[in-house]
């Protein structure tokens, strides 16, 4: 939860960049016109025209920005892309306001837990370009699949137990699937 918040601070730290309207330009006389350009830096804002920032080396064989006239030494910062998050399913080991662990709501969603702890699933991508589809595929892509035994140990961590509690529906389509009992872990009544 710590590592969270303090990502969370970084991340609002380096996005709203307060620091770069505090530095001065770097002064010209630094600069030689007869300079090499070793790289151009195109700034495109919507709402800033475009303004073009070259490197130039002096005489003393270093280099140093030049900016023009409006722009700063570190808008090339700001121009850089923010980089998107990806999605991420993590568990919430304590919640803020009672301390508990919280249910990962796409597993819920996307998955259903059978009564003898099993995890099934619908394939992906069942509705998209029905009509290049043979009729095969189609009923297999009707079908739902098992996940495997780690995924299933994952996705059992990823729930509380409310969601594990075997529940009653009045003609439950998956009332078939809830018993096991050819495996010997999920047998649930004594062989004969």
Known sequence: M???LA???LRQAVQTRPFVGRIAPVASAFATPAGRNFSTFLRSNAIISPVRTTIAAPSNKTCLMEPSTSSRLLDAVAVSPVLQTQPNRTVIKF???KGKRKTVKAVVKRFKRLDWGGWIRTISGRHK???RK???RKRRLRQHVLVNGAQATLLDKMVTKYWKRPRYYIN???APYHT???FVYTRRKALK
């Open 7 to 9: 990502a969370l601070a």
């Open 134 to 136: 043979k009729g095969n």
């Open 95 to 97: 919640s803020l306001r």
């Open 172 to 174: 439950d389509p998956y």
């Open 2 to 4: 710590i590592r969270s």
């Open 129 to 131: 370009k029905m009509w």
């Open 180 to 182: 096991r009992e050819e």
